[in-house]
């Protein structure tokens, strides 16, 4: 559904402001008066865009605009203001608010808006009420802007937990193509890479690639990275994306490992991807990267909606608080995964923690990320023995 003037909500305690508000678009603007009648929108699951009138413009009334966001993740929020003041500007990102509008609110600047923020409804996750293609699996690329973030523990604790699943397929991607080290994380000896696969591209089929796959012995089957970084350059960005357009009809889910490196080929694979999971450590340089990253995604008009933050080693003694990092980064963080030992020691043994210490907090972290990536809680989704399917 496009974001058009039918499905944005303009709310605000004042009634002159809300009367002044009416008059917009020929009277088809529609009006509430409390955050209750956004909430009450939201759950109709009709509402794109809210426009919080001044009433809202306060750090305080500011927290039912967070609340909001609680709500629908994906809902767009302004605040209209009377002055933008760096403070108001600062609260207002902290809350999750999308942007500040100078008063009085007309119909050029919430066409602007519009324009502005179309791209990112446009990418609204699908909704249970919205046709799947059940044709394709779902390509889940994992992402971070700085190296050493995470991103391989999580794409292999991810891809575990996946696999998990009852009459689920997973077919794990090391698309980190220099220094790849998902099978040496499962302790894997690939016979095949994604090398093997790229020569062959003008004839690859199902079987061909899955005579490639390396399989691990929870049933997730694996495409490797090159063995030697000099491979890398064997494998076309085109060629990459008809690989892992292939295996999106042949596995419910692909999750794709990446390299810290926003070129060409992880723009491309983000392009691809059905979900982006982006992981941020809690450290300054981290959030500062990822912070660059989402700018420049959303300069490119990149659907950042299908972008998902992931704070790994949430406990670490930093001194960033959430609320900090989500007001940096524009957007909420949507599962956290905390710093424990085990992690290493799991990297060193070449068994992922979901598989080794199943009752551990760390694991915790990762089941709340599948839940995001899902929708559905790992228990509901387990299979009952604890034992992983294999394909
Ligand atoms: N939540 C965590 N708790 C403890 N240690 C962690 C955690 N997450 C990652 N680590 C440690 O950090 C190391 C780097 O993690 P990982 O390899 O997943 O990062 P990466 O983003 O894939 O790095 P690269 O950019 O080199 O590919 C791991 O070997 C692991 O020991
Ligand atoms: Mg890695």
Not at 154 to 164: D, E, K
Not at 367 to 377: A, I, P, R, S, W
Request: net charge negative; hydrophobic share 45%; proline share 4%.
């Amino acid at each position: 559904m496009s974001l058009t003037e039918e499905n944005l909500l303009v709310i605000d305690e004042d009634d002159k402001f809300i009367a002044d508000a009416k008059r917009l678009f020929d009277g088809g603007l529609p009006t509430g008066h409390s955050i209750a009648d956004a909430v009450q929108a939201v759950n109709a699951g009709n509402l794109r865009m809210v426009i919080l009138g001044p009433s809202y413009a306060k750090e305080a009334a500011l927290e039912s605009a967070r609340s909001l966001r609680h709500q629908d993740p994906s809902l767009i929020s302004l605040i209209v203001a009377p002055e933008v003041t760096a403070n108001l500007l600062r609260a207002a990102m902290r809350a999750g608010v999308s942007d500040v509008i100078e008063a009085p609110l007309t119909e050029e600047k919430i066409e602007a808006a519009i324009n502005q923020f179309s791209s990112d409804v446009m990418a609204r996750p699908v909704t249970s009420a919205a046709p799947v293609d059940t044709s394709r699996g779902q390509i889940v690329t994992v992402m971070s802007a700085k190296g050493g973030s995470g991103k391989t523990v999580t794409a292999t604790n991810l891809a575990m937990l996946l696999a998990r699943q009852e009459d689920t397929s997973v077919c794990l991607v090391d698309a980190d193509l220099q220094f790849g080290d998902v099978c040496l994380v499962l302790q894997l000896e690939p016979k095949f890479t994604v090398v093997n696969a790229a020569a062959e591209l003008h004839r690859l089929d199902s079987q061909l690639i899955t005579s490639i796959l390396t399989e691990h012995p929870s049933g997730l089957k694996v495409l490797a990275a090159p063995l030697e970084p000099a491979f890398a350059d064997d494998i076309t960005t085109a060629g990459l994306l008809q690989i892992l357009e292939l295996l999106s009809t042949m596995f419910d889910w692909v999750v794709v490992d990446t390299a810290s490196l926003l070129d060409e080929l992880l723009l491309s694979l983000l392009e691809k991807s059905d979900q982006i999971a982006m992981v941020v450590d809690m450290d300054l340089p981290s959030v500062k990267n990822a912070k660059l990253a989402l700018e420049t995604l959303r300069l490119l008009k990149f659907p950042t909606g299908k972008v998902k933050l992931i704070l790994n080693r949430s406990n670490a003694r930093a001194r960033l608080d959430d609320k900090e990092i989500e007001g940096a980064l524009k957007q909420q963080i949507q599962a956290r995964i905390p710093s424990e030992g085990i992690v290493a020691a799991s990297v060193n043994e070449g068994r992922p923690v979901v598989e080794s210490s199943p009752k551990s907090k760390v694991s915790k972290g990762f089941e709340e990320v599948l839940e995001l990536v899902t929708g559905k809680t790992a228990e509901a989704s387990s299979s009952g023995g604890g034992l992983f399917r294999r394909n």
